[in-house]
C-alpha cells in the first residue's frame, strides 16, 4: 500500500524534473551543432573562430550539464521524494490504527448466525474464554447453560448470575413470547409457561451441582430480565441476540462476541453490575460448603416452593441428561 502511495509522487516529480533537463540539454546541443556546422562554411578570418569557440563550449557544456544532471538526479530524488513517501507511509499506517482501533470498540470479532442445532465452533470459543477467565458474569434466563459449561472446567472461578425471577408472572412471559414466535402457532401458552418453570428448577439444581467448579456461585433473580442472553469474560463478553425476530424460528439465535477494551464489554459490564447490585432483586449465594439441605431452603426462597429429596433426584437427573445432549451435540466433550 505505501508503495502504491508511493508511486504516483514518484512518477509526476521524475517526469518533471527529466522534462526540463531534458530540453534544457536538448537546445544546448542544437545550438552547439548549429555553431559548429556554421563555423565550419565560414571562411577563416570573418568571425569563425567566435562561432566555433561558441559551439564548442555549448557542447562541452551541454555534456557537463549532462553528466552532473546523472549524479545529482539521486540525490534531488531522495530530497525530494522520500519525505513524501515517509509522510503517505505514516499517514497510512496513522489511519489503519484508527481504523483498528474503531473495530476493536465498536465491532465484534465473530458473529456467529442463527442456527436450530449448538454450533461447535460457537461453543469451542466460548469455552475458550471460559477456560481462561477468573470471573464469569451470566444473565439469561434460568442458567442451565452456564451449568453445563462450568462442569466441563476444571479451574476455579466466581459466577455471577442474573436469572429470571420464577415468582414473577412477568420474567416467564417475556420468555414465553419469543418461544412462541419459535413454535407453531397453535401452542398451549400454559405448557410453556409450565415447562419455563420447570427450565428455571433445573438451571438452579445445576448452579448448585456447579459449586465444585466455582470459589462461589452469586445468583440474583430479577423481574423482567433482559431477554438477550449475557455471558461476560475477564477478555471478551457474548451477548445471543433472542430480541432479534429474524433468528425467532431458530432454537439457538444470532450471537456477537466483543472483547475486553470495547464500548460494548464496557456498557454491559455496567449494566451487569447494575441489575445484580440492584435492591429490587433477590440476592443468594452458593458455595463448596453449600450441603443439600441448605440448598433446598434455599430453593424454597427463590421459587416458594418446597423442593423434596424425591423431586430434587428428577431434577437433578433432568439436569444431567440436558448437560449430555447439549454437550454432545456442541462437540464439547463430557
Not at 505514516?90 to 448466525?113: C, G, I
Amino acid at each position: 500500500m505505501v508503495a502504491e502511495a508511493g508511486r504516483p509522487h514518484r512518477s509526476s516529480l521524475q517526469e518533471i524534473f527529466w522534462t526540463r533537463t531534458t530540453l534544457l540539454l536538448t537546445v544546448l546541443v542544437v545550438i552547439a551543432v548549429l555553431s559548429l556546422w556554421i563555423s565550419s562554411m565560414m571562411d577563416a578570418g570573418t568571425g569563425k573562430t567566435l562561432v566555433t569557440s561558441l559551439g564548442t563550449g555549448t557542447l562541452i557544456s551541454a555534456l557537463v550539464g549532462f553528466g552532473q544532471t546523472l549524479i545529482t538526479a539521486s540525490a534531488s530524488q531522495r530530497a525530494m521524494v522520500t519525505p513524501l513517501i515517509e509522510e503517505s507511509r505514516r499517514a497510512l499506517e496513522d489511519l489503519s490504527a484508527e481504523y483498528r482501533s474503531l473495530n476493536k470498540e465498536f465491532f465484534p470479532t465473530h458473529v456467529f448466525d442463527a442456527t436450530t442445532d449448538p454450533d461447535p465452533a460457537f461453543n469451542r470459543m466460548l469455552m475458550s474464554d471460559l477456560d481462561n477467565t477468573r470471573q464469569y458474569f451470566f444473565r439469561g434466563f434460568s442458567g442451565r447453560h452456564a451449568a453445563a459449561r462450568l462442569l466441563l472446567t476444571r479451574t476455579d472461578r466466581e459466577l455471577h448470575a442474573v436469572i429470571a425471577d420464577p415468582r414473577d408472572a412477568g420474567s416467564i412471559s417475556g420468555r414465553a413470547r419469543y418461544l412462541l414466535r419459535r413454535e407453531a402457532a397453535e401452542v398451549d401458552y400454559e405448557a410453556i409457561q409450565s415447562g419455563l418453570h420447570e427450565e428455571i428448577h433445573i438451571g438452579l439444581v445445576g448452579l448448585f451441582l456447579a459449586r465444585s467448579r466455582c470459589a462461589q456461585v452469586d445468583i440474583t433473580v430479577v423481574a423482567d430480565p433482559p431477554l438477550d442472553r449475557l455471558e461476560m469474560f475477564d477478555a471478551s463478553v457474548w451477548v445471543t441476540l433472542y430480541s432479534d425476530v429474524r433468528g425467532a424460528t431458530k432454537l439457538y439465535p444470532r450471537s456477537l462476541r466483543f472483547t475486553e477494551g470495547s464500548f460494548i464489554y464496557n456498557m454491559e459490564r455496567a449494566e451487569f453490575l447494575r441489575l445484580s447490585q440492584s435492591r429490587t432483586g433477590r440476592h443468594f449465594r452458593i458455595t463448596s460448603s453449600t450441603t443439600r439441605a441448605d440448598f433446598l431452603v434455599l430453593f424454597q426462597k427463590i421459587t416458594g416452593s418446597d423442593l423434596s429429596e424425591e423431586n430434587f433426584r428428577d431434577l437433578e437427573g433432568r439436569f444431567h441428561a440436558f448437560r449430555a445432549e447439549f454437550s454432545a451435540r456442541a462437540e464439547l466433550g463430557s
